[in-house]
């Protein structure tokens, strides 16, 4: 997002953001073209940090529009990148308290932008989104991360960074249970089945796996493989271009030990994407461990 130059910038930035959300665009792999605009610039954030810079931009841009919903969203996106740039993804017990003390700094700021901004702001779901972030930093107690994941719902019921959003307060790793997540992503495809199929059965179990990386995904994490399966072939009818998403189905596939699913999904692949292919499940190895002629078929 290299918009924040000066006031021009700011008002591509602001309709952008405006249309996007409008539109519910979404990219071919499915993710709302809306949200993904946050996690680019809070990515280029972190990767080139050039912080007070960037609040100050902020600053000058929501002093000239002090009711515009856009700035108030990228202002608590930047407090959130902010408060992570300084927490880091490593389990509660390795963080240091003074980067707890830092990260709650930053994080309270986000979530005072967002509270003020609501009346102006939450027409675009991108608020729901960056508010149930601010409740997992925060650790926010269930009842009231529920209360707003089912606000978020009610205003936009098949905004998907709202479901990913409330599953990774249930993850292990955050505190939550195998039981509980479980039983999230049953109500989540129930929510969602008349518009989705199966199909959040994938989003779902795929972030567990990523969240949990260091877990083998279907005898540590017990993901189901036949429910992830079928989300699948359901993100696939609904998206049927997305190389990312076809990707990451062979080599879930081929993790969970589905040759069938795995040669059957492989004519489509013409080119491979480093990322989903994870050591040692690379994609020769998966190729060759499910050839006819190898012996481990």
């Known amino acids: 997002m290299r918009f924040f130059v000066d006031s021009e910038g700011f008002a591509n930035a602001e309709a952008l953001i405006d249309s996007t959300a409008r539109s519910k665009e979404r990219l071919t792999d499915g993710a709302w073209v809306g949200w993904t605009l946050f996690l680019g610039y809070e990515d280029s954030l972190k990767f080139l940090p050039a912080w007070d810079e960037h609040l100050a931009k902020l600053r000058q841009w929501r002093t000239a529009q002090p009711t515009s919903g856009a700035a108030a969203l990228m202002e608590a996106s930047y407090w959130v990148s902010y408060a992570w740039f ?3 993804t490593q389990y509660a017990v390795n963080v240091p308290q003074d980067a707890y003390k830092i990260t709650y700094e930053r994080v309270s700021k986000a979530r005072s932008v967002l509270e003020e901004a609501k009346p102006y702001a939450a027409s675009n779901p991108a608020w729901y989104g960056l508010m149930l972030e601010v409740a997992l930093l925060q650790g926010w107690p269930m009842p009231e991360r529920v209360a707003l994941f089912d606000e978020a719902i009610r205003a936009e019921p098949l905004y998907d960074e709202a479901y990913m959003g409330m599953a990774i307060s249930l993850v292990p790793k955050w505190g939550g249970s195998p039981g509980d997540y479980e039983r999230f992503a049953r109500a989540a495809v129930a929510k969602t089945k008349s518009d989705y199929g ?3 059965y994938a989003r779902l179990y795929w972030l567990l796996a990523n969240a ?3 877990k083998e995904p ?13 989300g699948f072939d359901d993100l696939m009818k609904r998206y049927p271009d997305s190389q990312w998403n076809l990707q990451n189905y062979a080599y879930f596939a081929c993790r969970a030990g589905d040759g069938k699913t795995f040669n059957a999904i492989l004519p489509g692949l013409p ?5 989903p292919w994870r050591e040692p499940y690379t994609r020769d190895y998966c190729v060759t461990r499910f050839s006819k002629s190898s012996p481990r078929r």
């Open 86 to 88: 300084a927490r880091g």
């Open 198 to 200: 199966n199909l959040m």
């Open 212 to 214: 949990e990386w260091e």
């Open 218 to 230: 279907f005898t540590e994490l017990k993901i189901p493989w036949q429910r992830m399966k079928s």
């Open 271 to 275: 080119s491979t994407m480093r990322w």
